[in-house]
């Protein structure tokens, strides 16, 4: 049996349980192969893949399989995603936006290439009720899958009393953890609130102008997730009224974000660009669960990871 490996992937994987079969995603060719793994490859390219008529098996090494999902691959296809391969460097990114926004470094930053020395962000803050400081802040994190576990064990040494949302409520890991149905009501009692959806129908806008009106006054709103969870006219608006102390966005709902996007000038947003996942253990993680399944998928037991096709994830 075979597993199609795009170039992309820089890994050796001597002695893989599968024959691997190089290929590159932006040549394509004419593969048949059982398996393939999917990483840095466009909808365009992925989709002629989906037709080799033995596939019954893909390892996408991204934690959302959106991109996959809507090809709508053939009901015998598994897929497994990359779970677990993005955890520690998007809680880390989350936790370093969220310091940023506490301690205003995007202003100073600004303020350093102007070479002024200038304590007037930090001060004005000081005299109205912003979100200052991680001590004590109460932080929401939705979608407490294992990259919100991660953001929250990261977040708790510095002194936050940290919640999440999901699907059902109950402790998790130490972790009070609400119900998705009860999210509305309890949005006002959050100093920040971060996101960690994927790409399903169901969170398409999930944060809009309803919810962001509903955000306790001053407070911040993080996304590490998916770009589509935010209606970004609605979070432009509540920005620009001053009823969010701010924004930080890893993703956004075109990427590249466009050249005319408002997003760029307003001054309480941060923007990175999609950098939150990967990581230099990336690959070695990816590699090992790479392995892992191809012995589970020749011997006919579950993968690892394995979605649900019905929730998206």
Known sequence: MQILVPQSVPLALEDFPLEVVRFDPRVGGDFNTEAMVVWNITKKGIEPLLQMPKLRYIQT??????????????????????????????????????LSAVRRLHH???????????????????????????????????????????????????GCEVEGVAQTAGQRS??????????????????????????????????????????????????????????????????????????????????????DSPLWKIENLILTPHIAGGGPKFYQKAESLMRRNAQNFIAGKPLENLIDRRKGY
Do not use: C
């Open 61 to 98: 090494l991204s934690a959302g399989v959106d991109h996959v999902l809507s090809l709508s691959p053939r009901a015998e296809i598994q897929i497994s995603n990359g779970k677990g391969l993005h955890d520690a460097p998007t809680a880390e990114l989350a936790v370093s936006l969220l």
């Open 174 to 259: 130490g972790y009070t953890v609400h119900a998705l149905e009860n999210l509305d009501s309890i949005l006002p009692n959050y100093n920040a609130v971060i996101l960690v959806l994927p790409d399903t129908p169901e969170t398409h806008g999930f944060i809009s102008s309803q919810r962001l009106t509903k955000m306790h006054q001053g407070a911040w709103l993080v996304n590490v997730g998916r770009g589509s969870a935010v209606n970004e006219p609605d979070l432009i608006a509540a920005l620009e009224s001053g009823h969010l102390g701010g924004a930080a966005l890893d993703v956004t709902q075109t990427e590249p974000l466009p050249e």
């Open 108 to 158: 100073f930053r600004d303020a350093q290439q102007q070479s002024a020395w200038d304590k007037t962000a930090y001060q004005h803050a000081l005299s109205g009720q912003h979100f200052l400081t991680l001590e004590g802040a109460k932080i929401l994190i939705v979608g407490f899958g294992s990259i919100g576990l991660a953001i929250a064990q990261r977040l708790s040494p510095f």
